[in-house]
């Protein structure tokens, strides 16, 4: 299957919240929200995360559409506001019946860190994965992120850690 993977746009914050939701009831672990607190947002924050999203100079979400243009996949980049120097990867999300080898991760993936690599000025970008979730670690792995070694508590539950994995050619010299 051909998969289009494009910016977000600013009126589409109806698409962006149920995919958002879809995401939390399909993988609770892999975010820092939970499924209830995203459902009680009110549209208007749905529609400002959609227009910041679409539109600010150095935070992008992009999403993945099938050929019936069904979103199946998410993927932002940012910097880290409390982390100078540094962007991360956050909101991948792959649907169930688009995950595997065929499905638009990597795409989504290749786009948010040209984006980051384009748009912001950090030297470094990173993302989190929950310490149990092994299938994401290796995808990541796959895609040439490696582990820094640093571990932060999960957001949801501090008992648990998000492995930081970073992208070590983020600041490379792109063949061409």
């Not at 051909?2 to 975010?31: M, Q, T």
């Not at 499905?103 to 860190?113: F, H």
Request: proline fraction near 9%; charge should be neutral.
């Amino acid at each position: 299957m051909k998969y289009d993977v494009r910016r977000i746009e600013a009126g589409e914050w109806r698409e962006l919240r149920a995919i958002r939701l879809e995401a939390l009831a399909d993988s609770p672990n892999a975010f820092g929200t939970s499924h209830g607190a995203a459902a009680a947002l009110p549209d208007s924050a749905w529609r400002e995360r959609a227009a910041r999203a679409a539109t600010a100079p150095d935070d992008a979400l992009f999403v993945a559409l099938d050929e019936t243009g069904t979103w199946t996949g998410t993927a932002a980049a940012a910097p880290i506001p409390d982390i100078p120097g540094t962007a991360h990867v956050h909101a991948v999300y792959v649907t169930p019946p688009h995950r595997g080898p065929d499905g638009p991760a990597r795409a989504l993936m290749d786009t948010a860190v040209d984006f980051a690599r384009a748009h912001t000025a950090c030297a470094w970008l990173t993302l989190g994965v929950h310490e149990d979730n092994h299938r994401a670690r290796a995808f990541y792995r796959r895609l040439g992120f490696t582990d820094t070694g640093k571990r932060v508590p999960y957001p949801l539950d501090p008992a648990k850690v998000l492995h930081i994995l970073g992208c070590p050619d983020f600041r490379a010299p792109q063949g061409g």
